[in-house]
């Protein structure tokens, strides 16, 4: 059974975590649709895995409420859900069958449904041939895969993951991306954490940007980039011996990325009165103006409320 209707497949009601005089999350309150793909953006530190676990039970919330399909975490609610922790371990002594049979078994699942599951998830993977295989004759890759395998392969309806892309290269970046979408297009819903603020961009329906624990944008990110109010110049650059993009008019912040960079703009700016200032230092073979990234906003957001 999944969520109905306008009922939340997950909700955060005025949340707060402490670990002592430490507080990791403050009065957060989210809601995710069903069927949508949900992320919790924030630097390291900022309170995103602390969420994730009060999602889980894994942490209990000192106030507030967390509902996963309109009540809390229980062992009855766990086979609904795929968690994928951003501290992950496999059984490295068991056979790469077996260990997907077991923790689809454990989920509920009967070896039917697991059969024809096991065979669709190691063929993505690149693994059929290796079922039988020990966990531990695999590469750093293929496990990080091969994780990923484990907590899909009894067809949650709601999947969450922590930093799910954190040390992939960016091949098995984008498989790992293809295989979320593809799971968001059988109605799962996702939720996940990360700190690149490009792979929010890509998937996220709706997200919170947290820093230090709290909730500061929040939304789809039609509403975040409204919030921010701004418009961003994107370049790319050639500029002249001891030439920088420092003091340009009508430019509030700087991202460089070298012979590429991202001008976050003043409301007032000058889009042209601009262009004219950057090829007085050099040459520019892209001038393009559009609303900023999210690298850009939360950099912006943050910077104000350090």
Known sequence: MTASGDSPAV??????????????????????????IFGILGSNGAGKTTSIRMLMNIFTPDTGRVEVFGSPVTEATKPRIGYLPE?????????????????????????????RSIERWLGWAGLSDRIHDRVESLSKGMSQKLQFVTTVVHGPELLVLDEPFAG???????????????????????????????QA???????????????????????VRAAEGRQAAHIRHALK?????????????????????????????DGQLLLRALLE???????????PSLHEIFKRVAGESA
């Open 11 to 36: 909700r955060f009601q005025d949340v707060t975590k402490r670990f002592g005089n430490f507080t990791a999350v403050d009065g957060l309150s989210l809601a995710v649709k069903p069927g949508t």
């Open 87 to 115: 501290e992950r371990g496999l059984y490295k002594k068991m056979r790469l069958g077996d260990m997907l049979r077991f923790f689809g078994r454990i989920k509920g699942r009967n070896d039917a449904y697991l059969d």
């Open 168 to 198: 992939l290269d960016p091949v098995n970046r984008d498989i790992m991306r293809d295989a979320v979408l593809a799971m968001h297009r059988e109605g799962t819903t996702i939720v996940f954490s990360t700190h690149v603020m490009e």
């Open 201 to 223: 961009e890509q998937l996220c329906h709706e997200l919170v940007l947290l820093h230090r624990g709290t909730v500061r944008l929040g939304g789809t990110l039609a509403q």
């Open 241 to 269: 011996p001891g030439a920088t993009l420092d003091g340009l008019p009508g430019v509030a912040a700087v991202t460089d990325h070298g012979n590429e960079a991202e001008l976050t703009l003043e409301p007032d700016a």
């Open 281 to 291: 230092r050099g040459e520019v073979t892209r001038f393009e103006l559009r609303e």
